[in-house]
Every structure is written in C-alpha cells, then in structure tokens.
C-alpha cells in the first residue's frame, strides 16, 4: 500500500469512497513547505483548491493508505489537472500528494 496526503476535496472519505469504491480510515497530517489556496486550479469553468510551495507553511491534511490500482483511479479523477508528487510529511511518513501541474 502508498500513502496518499489529501487536502480539499479528496480529504473528505465520502468524495474518496466514490473514486475507489470503497472505505478508507484516515490520519490528520501536515505537509510543511506548502500553502493551501481555496481557488487555485481553473478546470473547465470550475475552480478547484490546490497547494503550492511556500517554506514558511503548511497543509493541513488526511493520510489514507491506497492500494496502486486506486491511485490509478485517483489519478483519472485528477483529469491531467494536477500531477502526483512524493513527498515527506510531519508524520515521517514518506506519501503522495496531488499538486496542480498549472496555477491559474
């Protein structure tokens, strides 16, 4: 199994559960080197929340630990919009994080 920190939208194991059809315990983590902005991704005529680096922050987050074919599945959700990364959390745990390929 990966870890997979999540912020906005995937955070919440409702909206996760629909992507990889089942449920998922999370962990509250932190991801320092980050900031969270609410409206940062423009995907067709929507905005999404997204992460960008800034040393002196941090992301609140979830840690779920997923399986490779749902990382797969996450990834489609993702759509090309943002681009999984590896990252280390204040946990020490070694996760993935979606971050968004393009600021708009």
Same mark, same amino acid.
């Given at each position: %199994?990966?870890?997979?920190? $999540?912020?906005?939208?995937?955070? =919440?194991? &409702? +909206? ?5 059809? #089942?449920?998922?315990?999370? $962990? @509250? ?6 900031? /969270?902005? +609410? =409206? %940062? &991704?423009?995907?067709?005529? =929507?905005?999404?929340?997204? *992460? ?16 490779? +074919?749902?990382? !797969?599945? *996450?990834?489609? /959700?993702?759509?090309? &919009?943002? +681009? #999984?990364? #590896?990252?280390?959390?204040? !946990? =020490?745990?070694?996760?993935?994080? /979606? *971050? @968004?390929?393009? *600021?708009?």
């Amino acid at each position: %199994m990966d870890h997979l920190f $999540t912020y906005g939208i995937l955070a =919440n194991p &409702v +909206e996760l559960k629909k992507i990889i059809g #089942r449920d998922a315990a999370g $962990t @509250p983590d932190k991801l320092f080197g980050y900031q /969270y902005k +609410e =409206n %940062m &991704v423009l995907a067709g005529e =929507n905005y999404y929340p997204g *992460i960008e680096e800034c040393a002196e922050l941090f992301v609140d987050g979830v840690v779920y630990d997923v399986y490779p +074919e749902e990382l !797969s599945l *996450i990834d489609q /959700y993702e759509g090309g &919009v943002y +681009e #999984r990364k #590896r990252v280390r959390l204040d !946990s =020490n745990l070694d996760a993935y994080v /979606y *971050i @968004p390929d393009h *600021i708009d």
